[in-house]
């Protein structure tokens, strides 16, 4: 069973904000949220995690629902630079091997110029 | 800032043959990862380390064996490289077991021909 279920593609104009949606409802209270987007020909990047609430650095914002079974990307002002695939990763941090990140497919974002 | 080097960036092989890649990262992270991944997929862990001489399975170990023989460098052999096999294979570090804020090398592609 995936932990994490998102949207296989999206698009969005240069300029726009996206928000890209991730869901997991099995979510365990010893779990956090990590947000990772991978470019052509580059191994993933991080970009932003988080538990609950609102998260914001300067790449991102993350938004967590109260019940924590449903995260969302935001990504404001897109440009051509944005277009990656993106990976939403729910893991927990106590070690071993159910604490290593798992990469599902990803959200493929596009950008049109 | 530190970097995380992957050699070679292209490997072509023949059916059988035993390949060796190479990571490595200059960040003194203690633990390392490979994944492979195939294209249009996501990632799948090969092996880890937790430190210098520790070696971990992952899910995909099958085929595989791995080297930690230094803190900042972890190798991965492919035992029998399989016919028309292609895939992309990704180093990454991290701080420690419980961070999963990785950084990953920008890979080796494999083909076997």
């Known amino acids: 069973l995936a932990k994490t279920t998102q949207p296989p593609s999206m698009e969005a104009y240069e300029g726009q904000e996206v928000n890209v949606s991730c869901s997991h409802t099995?979510?365990?209270?010893?779990?956090?949220i990590y947000w990772y987007r991978q470019v052509p020909h580059q191994g993933p990047q991080f970009i932003i995690q988080?538990?609950?609430d609102y998260v914001v650095n300067e790449v991102a914002s993350l938004f967590i629902s109260a019940d924590r079974k449903l995260s969302t990307l935001s990504l404001p002002w897109v440009s051509l630079r944005d277009a990656a695939v993106y990976y939403c990763?729910?893991?927990?941090?106590?070690?071993?091997?159910?604490?290593?990140?798992?990469f599902g497919e990803g959200t493929q974002v596009t950008v049109i110029s | 800032g530190g970097i995380i080097t992957q050699t070679p960036k292209f490997l072509i092989g023949q059916e059988g043959q035993k390949l060796t890649l190479k990571c490595q990262q200059n960040?003194?992270?203690?633990?390392m990862y490979w994944y492979r991944q195939d294209s249009g997929k996501g990632l799948r862990l090969i092996y880890y380390?937790?430190?210098?001489?520790?070696?971990q399975k992952g899910d995909l170990s099958e085929g595989y064996d791995a080297s930690r023989e230094k803190k900042s460098s972890f190798s991965l052999t492919v035992t029998s490289a399989q016919k028309n096999e292609m895939a992309v294979f990704l180093c990454?570090?991290?701080?420690?077991?419980?961070?999963?804020?990785?950084?990953f090398g920008s890979g080796t592609r494999l083909l076997v021909i």
């Open positions: 990454a570090s991290s701080i420690g077991l419980a961070n999963s804020d990785y950084t």
């Open positions: 099995n979510i365990a209270t010893s779990e956090y």
């Open positions: 988080g538990y609950k």
């Open positions: 990763i729910v893991t927990d941090r106590t070690g071993g091997l159910s604490g290593k990140l798992t």
């Open positions: 960040f003194n992270h203690d633990t």
């Open positions: 380390s937790i430190t210098e001489n520790d070696l």
